[in-house]
């Protein structure tokens, strides 16, 4: 025990010492406080767990409730909740909250050092501009001239604020007024992707791992390999010269009718379709193998009610694990798809806020992807409860 | 197994309904005319953009004193009926319309010009393109001084001030500072910026590098210099704000008359009225917002009178949509004054800025006209009746970092700029006929004759300058890296250079690609020995190309520096102080014959008008000895001018092509027939 301190504690040091030493000792201090605090919480004791779980949901919940709520009735509520949560809810969901809420703080923290040290500024243009420009600019657009400032000023808002600060590139708009209706686009398209990946996925790859190594398997499989090998703007721009320039039938790019739905779904579906159906074909095999399969068989089940009503659950467990961060993926969209098609969605604001080093639109898609990821891996947890029995004990 | 299914379709309802929701598009009628406008716009406040793909929202929406005539993009008139301009040229006074109208219909006066032009040059608000105005008396005082000041003398939050880094300079070196370490504390401390303009000679002597060594009292006589200037520099401003935009500079003599005083006469002034920056903007509404932003404790920052909701506008446009990634559509304006001109009903702009997308787009129908298709596929596209190009107004180059060797010596930039083959690049790379470059001026720029080519395509002569300067063979330069951003065609030319230079001299160079923001930041701090660079001309004059080359001038970046190339540049800025200098600078000069007639001509010259005339030719001629002299000392090799190139459906009409790659919204219109 005593050794096992030692060693994760000279490793800290020498951590501390790396960061002290390339991103200054506040930055180095302020990281090693929250990474101390998430880490405490796994010696607090129940009670302690349900009071500091429920402060923090209450902060989290007034920094969103005030932007809908108002000031005053977003507090009440957000005290309300807390108290009831404090009150019903499970230890284990207080610790859930307590590793989400300090988190997105370090990761709000981390993401602005990473950004201050990358060089460039959201302000930098090709023509240079007078330094009193791009001071005149900075202070009107709340960007601090270090990363440490940022992050205070940048938290400031969004707890008293409840705002994401502002956007340089896209002027006259907050983060939140940009990416709220980026979101649902990404979502509802990425819904649709998810639907049908997880149809063609799971009926390739069960079909494959029904009769392993046959005909049926080594096809199911070569479609999977290539929609895993070929990247998107590949699958993309050859649907686009089936469907749009040889057969006229969709749009190319642009948003607005159903039809510009169909080739983008389809491009962002099938690579997760061949990882599905992989991971489907393993799942299939593994349980055709098992003990109550056999015994459903010698029950005198037939081969179709052996497979949806005993094996399918099984099966797809992989698949449920996969969905998590898939669908946290897939609902916060595809730079490439978006840019292809020409879909208003969140995913070209993870890659056009970087490059422009539009700070507060980084630090949005950062927090929303968080918060996704977050949120699909609870439910995957309560899915897998749900599909398994032996999971709901240890849960 | 059925229950399963139906739990699927009525996933897949739910999201087909959800996306559904999110399209606001769908009950839109078509727009006459859509365009790929290639970026999403930063904002279509006038005075905060910057862009060329801003310009063209904004110049539909808006409309200044002039505007651009769409066939010759000459300046006429818009806002302002007609114009008086004084006998030295130095006074406008414009008439403005009685039917000019907000489309709130609000009226526009000429106090709405005043405020416009005085909000431009507001120092808290940052206008990056204050300076296209700056031509006007107070302009410049009024945006830049206090800061100058601040600079020079203080208060500053932290860090020295210029006098006390220069005190510090002193202390440290009793005995003077050599011509290069006074060169990097003038970088540093960016003196340039803040005492450009100066007339106090024991500046200028220093921003000119005191050809040579500096001497403590020299130090400490530019010390007080430049307190004394920045003194004179806090009184302006001083007198700016009270002044200017109410009765110096700009100003309303009554509601439709607006006077215009301008430091010196301005050829290009008109020009000047009829872009975006020098729009008016609606002071009821900024204010009415800007009031309530500060009710509700709101940050600054989120200035949004320019969103559908709040924008009021004045042009032959109005703006009726803003999805941002999607479109902007602008609807016909039924307030404008001249409404009937206008053929264009709805138009559609759209933000792709994915090359492939946009000439999908275009290809299969849905665009009328793509500025951006990608240019690897030019060769197949340039055959096609509907692709137009025209030479154009920018010039691509590599940047030497002239602070190091070996580009510290002109020989050896000569020499590459000598062994690199334009033509070979033109054909192979870039394959639209670019004109190739020997000089930084492209051809068209008015009546500016550029100097005669003093080199041309020669490795023989290429591979001797490099062996006088040290290097034969390439020996003992080592290993160079040349930089360009990201990009497929910037990548391709790259290489090639690379390799031609590797050939011809003698020397490696390895083409090095570096993200867009760290490729601006590393040209910045002059890491790098040759980086990619092009420049687009602002207006028709050569200056456009010249004045940024100065001394530490912010958009140099090679760390060039040349006193006579400062001194023509700032002598073109204002042809009159020229004159009595006149005597000592011609004898340096290339055609000082030439130069010589010219300034008898000014001083000769019968009449106001005369002699307006006589110095514009007199300025271009000294620019063009500046140029010479850049020419021979080449901080940069320029490699070919553009050629603009669009595609535009053949039933757009009205549709010019100019060296400039303006093509306004307001003169198109749409042949149904052809159609």
């Given at each position: 025990?005593?050794g096992?301190?030692?060693?994760?504690?000279s490793?800290?040091?020498v951590f501390?010492l790396?960061?002290?030493?390339?991103?200054g000792l506040w930055e180095?201090?302020?990281?090693l406080?929250g990474?101390?605090?998430?880490s405490?919480?796994?010696?607090?004791?129940?009670?302690?767990?349900?009071?500091?779980?429920a402060a923090?949901?209450?902060v989290?919940?007034?920094?969103?409730?005030?932007?809908?709520?108002?000031?005053v009735p977003?507090?009440?509520?957000?005290i309300?909740?807390?108290?009831?949560a404090?009150?019903?809810?499970?230890?284990?969901?207080?610790r859930?909250?307590?590793?989400?809420?300090p988190s997105?703080?370090?990761?709000?923290?981390?993401?602005?050092?990473?950004m201050?040290?990358?060089?460039?500024?959201?302000?930098?243009?090709?023509?240079?501009?007078?330094?009193?420009?791009?001071?005149?600019?900075?202070?009107?657009?709340k960007?601090e001239k270090?990363?440490?400032?940022?992050?205070g000023t940048?938290?400031?808002?969004?707890?008293?604020?409840?705002?994401?600060?502002?956007?340089?590139?896209?002027?006259?708009r907050?983060?939140?007024?940009?990416l709220?209706?980026a979101?649902?686009?990404?979502?509802?398209l990425?819904?649709?992707a998810l639907?049908?990946?997880?149809?063609?996925?799971l009926?390739?790859?069960?079909r494959?791992?029904?009769?392993p190594n046959?005909?049926?398997?080594?096809?199911?499989?070569?479609?999977?390999?290539?929609?895993?090998?070929l990247?998107?703007f590949?699958?993309g721009?050859i649907?686009?010269v089936i469907f749009?320039?040889?057969?006229q039938?969709l749009p190319?790019a642009?948003?607005g009718?159903?039809g510009?739905?169909?080739?983008?779904?389809?491009t962002?579906?099938?690579p997760?379709?061949?990882?599905?159906?992989?991971?489907?074909?393993?799942?299939?095999?593994?349980?055709?193998?098992q003990?109550?399969?056999?015994?459903?068989?010698?029950?005198?089940l037939s081969e179709?009610t052996v497979?949806v009503?005993?094996?399918l659950k099984?099966?797809?467990?992989?698949?449920?694990?996969?969905l998590?961060?898939a669908?946290?993926?897939?609902?916060?969209?595809?730079f490439?798809?978006e840019?292809?098609?020409a879909?208003?969605?969140?995913g070209?604001?993870f890659?056009?806020?970087a490059?422009g080093r539009?700070?507060?639109v980084?630090?949005g898609?950062?927090i929303?992807?968080?918060t996704?990821?977050?949120?699909?891996?609870l439910?995957?947890d309560?899915a897998?409860?749900?599909?398994?029995?032996?999971v709901r004990?240890?849960l | 197994m059925?229950?399963n299914?139906?739990g699927?379709?009525?996933v897949f309802?739910?999201?087909?309904?959800?996306?559904?929701i999110?399209?606001?598009?769908?009950?839109?009628?078509?727009?006459?005319?859509?365009?790929i406008?290639?970026?999403?716009p930063?904002?279509?406040d006038?005075?905060?953009?910057t862009?060329q793909?801003?310009?063209r929202?904004?110049?539909s929406?808006?409309e200044?004193l002039?505007?651009?005539?769409p066939?010759?993009l000459?300046p006429v008139p818009?806002?302002?009926?007609?114009?008086d301009?004084?006998?030295?040229?130095?006074?406008y006074t414009?008439h403005?319309?009685?039917e000019?109208?907000?489309?709130?219909?609000?009226?526009?006066?000429?106090h709405?010009?005043?405020?416009?032009?005085?909000r431009?040059?507001?120092?808290?608000?940052?206008h990056?393109?204050?300076y296209?105005?700056?031509?006007?008396?107070?302009?410049e005082?009024?945006?830049?001084?206090?800061g100058?000041?601040?600079?020079?003398?203080?208060?500053l939050?932290k860090?020295?001030?210029i006098?006390?880094?220069?005190?510090?300079?002193?202390?440290e070196?009793?005995g003077?500072?050599?011509?290069?370490?006074w060169?990097?504390?003038?970088?540093?401390?960016?003196?340039?910026?803040v005492?450009?303009?100066?007339?106090?000679?024991?500046?200028?002597?220093?921003?000119l590098?005191?050809?040579?060594?500096?001497?403590?009292?020299?130090?400490?006589?530019?010390?007080?210099?430049l307190?004394?200037e920045a003194?004179r520099?806090?009184a302006?401003?001083t007198q700016?704000q009270?002044h200017?935009?109410?009765?110096?500079?700009?100003?309303a003599?009554?509601d439709?008359t607006?006077?215009?005083?301008?430091?010196a006469?301005?050829p290009?002034?008109?020009?000047?009225?009829?872009?975006y920056?020098?729009h008016?903007?609606?002071?009821h509404?900024?204010e009415?917002?800007?009031a309530?932003r500060k009710?509700?404790?709101?940050?600054?920052?989120?200035?949004?009178w320019?969103?559908?909701?709040?924008?009021?506008?004045?042009?032959?446009?109005?703006l009726s949509?803003w999805r941002?990634?999607e479109?902007?559509?602008?609807?016909?304006?039924?307030?404008?004054?001249?409404?009937?001109?206008i053929?264009?009903r709805i138009?559609?702009?759209?933000?792709?800025?994915?090359t492939n997308?946009?000439?999908?787009v275009?290809?299969?129908?849905?665009?009328?006209?793509t500025p951006?298709?990608?240019?690897?596929?030019?060769?197949a596209?340039?055959k096609?009746?509907?692709?137009?190009?025209?030479?154009g107004?920018v010039v691509?180059?590599?940047?030497?970092?002239?602070?190091?060797?070996?580009?510290?010596d002109?020989?050896v930039r000569?020499a590459?700029?000598?062994?690199i083959?334009?033509?070979l690049?033109?054909d192979?790379i870039?394959?639209?006929g670019?004109?190739?470059?020997?000089?930084?001026t492209?051809?068209?720029?008015?009546d500016?004759e550029?100097?005669?080519?003093?080199?041309g395509?020669?490795?023989?002569?290429a591979?001797?300058l490099?062996?006088?300067?040290?290097?034969?063979?390439?020996?003992?330069?080592?290993s160079?890296?040349?930089l360009?951003?990201?990009?497929?065609?910037h990548?391709?030319?790259?290489?090639?250079v690379a390799s031609q230079?590797k050939?011809?001299?003698g020397?490696?160079v390895?083409?090095?690609?570096?993200?867009?923001?760290i490729?601006?930041a590393s040209?910045?701090a002059l890491?790098?020995?040759?980086?990619?660079a092009?420049?687009?001309?602002?207006?028709?004059?050569?200056?456009?190309?010249?004045?940024?080359?100065?001394?530490?001038g912010?958009?140099?970046q090679?760390?060039?520096?040349h006193?006579?190339y400062?001194?023509?540049?700032?002598?073109a800025?204002?042809?009159?102080?020229?004159?009595?200098?006149?005597?000592?600078?011609?004898p340096?000069?290339?055609?000082h014959?030439?130069?010589?007639?010219?300034v008898?001509?000014v001083?000769?010259?019968?009449?106001?008008?005369?002699?307006?005339?006589?110095?514009?030719?007199?300025?271009?001629?000294?620019?063009?000895?500046?140029e010479?002299?850049f020419?021979d000392e080449?901080?940069?090799v320029?490699?070919?001018?553009?050629?603009?190139s669009s595609?535009?459906?053949?039933?757009?009409?009205?549709?010019y092509?100019?060296?400039?790659d303006?093509?306004p919204l307001r003169?198109l219109?749409?042949?149904?027939?052809a159609?």
């Amino acid at each position: 025990m005593r050794g096992a301190v030692i060693v994760v504690g000279s490793i800290g040091a020498v951590f501390f010492l790396a960061m002290g030493l390339t991103v200054g000792l506040w930055e180095a201090l302020v990281l090693l406080i929250g990474v101390a605090f998430i880490s405490s919480m796994l010696w607090y004791p129940p009670h302690v767990m349900r009071i500091v779980g429920a402060a923090l949901l209450a902060v989290f919940l007034f920094a969103f409730l005030q932007t809908i709520a108002g000031t005053v009735p977003g507090a009440v509520i957000a005290i309300v909740l807390a108290v009831l949560a404090w009150r019903f809810l499970p230890v284990r969901v207080h610790r859930r909250v307590g590793f989400m809420v300090p988190s997105m703080v370090m990761l709000i923290f981390v993401t602005t050092i990473l950004m201050y040290m990358a060089p460039g500024s959201p302000f930098a243009q090709e023509k240079q501009t007078t330094q009193q420009a791009l001071e005149a600019q900075a202070k009107k657009f709340k960007v601090e001239k270090t990363a440490l400032a940022f992050f205070g000023t940048y938290m400031k808002g969004l707890l008293a604020d409840g705002t994401m600060g502002l956007s340089v590139k896209v002027q006259g708009r907050t983060v939140e007024q940009l990416l709220m209706p980026a979101l649902p686009v990404s979502m509802s398209l990425g819904l649709l992707a998810l639907v049908i990946a997880c149809f063609l996925g799971l009926v390739l790859g069960i079909r494959a791992g029904l009769k392993p190594n046959s005909f049926a398997d080594y096809s199911s499989m070569g479609v999977a390999m290539i929609g895993i090998s070929l990247p998107n703007f590949v699958i993309g721009a050859i649907l686009l010269v089936i469907f749009s320039y040889s057969f006229q039938l969709l749009p190319v790019a642009g948003w607005g009718t159903y039809g510009h739905l169909i080739l983008p779904a389809i491009t962002l579906a099938l690579p997760y379709a061949a990882y599905i159906a992989r991971l489907a074909r393993n799942g299939t095999i593994e349980v055709m193998q098992q003990d109550f399969v056999r015994t459903a068989r010698a029950k005198g089940l037939s081969e179709q009610t052996v497979i949806v009503k005993h094996a399918l659950k099984g099966a797809i467990l992989p698949v449920v694990s996969f969905l998590g961060p898939a669908t946290a993926g897939i609902f916060t969209g595809s730079f490439v798809v978006e840019k292809l098609f020409a879909v208003p969605g969140m995913g070209q604001w993870f890659v056009t806020g970087a490059l422009g080093r539009d700070y507060s639109v980084v630090l949005g898609t950062a927090i929303i992807y968080f918060t996704i990821i977050t949120l699909f891996n609870l439910l995957v947890d309560f899915a897998y409860a749900w599909l398994d029995p032996r999971v709901r004990e240890e849960l | 197994m059925y229950r399963n299914l139906l739990g699927i379709g009525a996933v897949f309802a739910i999201a087909l309904i959800l996306v559904g929701i999110t399209f606001s598009a769908s009950q839109e009628e078509p727009a006459d005319f859509r365009f790929i406008n290639g970026s999403e716009p930063k904002s279509l406040d006038p005075h905060v953009v910057t862009g060329q793909l801003e310009g063209r929202i904004v110049d539909s929406l808006f409309e200044g004193l002039t505007f651009r005539d769409p066939k010759t993009l000459k300046p006429v008139p818009g806002c302002a009926e007609s114009w008086d301009i004084s006998a030295d040229g130095k006074t406008y006074t414009f008439h403005i319309r009685e039917e000019a109208r907000w489309t709130d219909g609000v009226p526009i006066t000429a106090h709405t010009f005043a405020w416009s032009w005085q909000r431009l040059q507001e120092p808290s608000k940052g206008h990056e393109y204050a300076y296209i105005l700056h031509v006007i008396k107070g302009a410049e005082a009024y945006n830049l001084y206090e800061g100058h000041v601040e600079r020079l003398v203080g208060p500053l939050e932290k860090g020295d001030t210029i006098v006390q880094a220069l005190a510090k300079l002193r202390r440290e070196n009793p005995g003077g500072v050599d011509r290069a370490t006074w060169s990097g504390f003038m970088r540093d401390q960016k003196i340039n910026d803040v005492v450009k303009g100066t007339r106090d000679p024991v500046i200028q002597r220093a921003l000119l590098g005191a050809d040579g060594r500096l001497d403590a009292g020299f130090l400490e006589q530019l010390g007080s210099s430049l307190e004394r200037e920045a003194e004179r520099r806090r009184a302006l401003h001083t007198q700016a704000q009270e002044h200017f935009g109410v009765d110096e500079g700009v100003y309303a003599k009554d509601d439709r008359t607006l006077v215009v005083e301008l430091n010196a006469a301005t050829p290009y002034f008109l020009e000047l009225t009829s872009f975006y920056s020098a729009h008016p903007v609606p002071r009821h509404l900024i204010e009415r917002l800007a009031a309530e932003r500060k009710a509700s404790g709101e940050n600054e920052g989120k200035e949004d009178w320019f969103l559908p909701d709040n924008i009021v506008t004045n042009g032959p446009f109005r703006l009726s949509a803003w999805r941002v990634n999607e479109k902007i559509r602008l609807e016909r304006s039924e307030t404008y004054w001249n409404k009937e001109s206008i053929r264009l009903r709805i138009i559609d702009a759209f933000p792709y800025d994915n090359t492939n997308t946009a000439l999908n787009v275009y290809l299969t129908g849905g665009a009328d006209w793509t500025p951006t298709y990608p240019t690897s596929i030019v060769g197949a596209l340039k055959k096609r009746p509907d692709f137009r190009k025209n030479p154009g107004m920018v010039v691509y180059y590599y940047r030497f970092n002239c602070t190091k060797p070996p580009f510290n010596d002109a020989r050896v930039r000569r020499a590459v700029a000598m062994a690199i083959d334009r033509q070979l690049i033109i054909d192979n790379i870039t394959k639209l006929g670019q004109p190739p470059a020997y000089r930084l001026t492209p051809p068209g720029l008015g009546d500016y004759e550029p100097p005669p080519a003093a080199w041309g395509y020669d490795p023989e002569g290429a591979r001797k300058l490099l062996a006088d300067a040290g290097f034969p063979g390439g020996k003992g330069i080592g290993s160079l890296t040349l930089l360009y951003n990201t990009n497929e065609s910037h990548k391709a030319i790259a290489e090639e250079v690379a390799s031609q230079l590797k050939k011809q001299l003698g020397f490696q160079v390895k083409a090095l690609n570096q993200e867009w923001q760290i490729y601006q930041a590393s040209t910045l701090a002059l890491e790098y020995d040759i980086a990619r660079a092009g420049w687009i001309g602002d207006y028709l004059d050569p200056n456009t190309f010249l004045d940024m080359w100065i001394t530490n001038g912010g958009n140099n970046q090679t760390g060039w520096s040349h006193a006579l190339y400062d001194r023509l540049i700032a002598y073109a800025a204002d042809v009159d102080t020229f004159l009595p200098d006149a005597e000592k600078v011609v004898p340096e000069l290339k055609e000082h014959d030439k130069a010589r007639a010219l300034v008898a001509a000014v001083s000769s010259a019968d009449g106001a008008a005369a002699r307006v005339d006589a110095a514009a030719r007199l300025r271009l001629h000294i620019l063009r000895e500046a140029e010479a002299i850049f020419c021979d000392e080449l901080p940069v090799v320029p490699l070919y001018f553009y050629v603009v190139s669009s595609m535009v459906q053949p039933y757009v009409k009205g549709f010019y092509q100019h060296p400039q790659d303006i093509h306004p919204l307001r003169g198109l219109w749409i042949d149904k027939e052809a159609r």
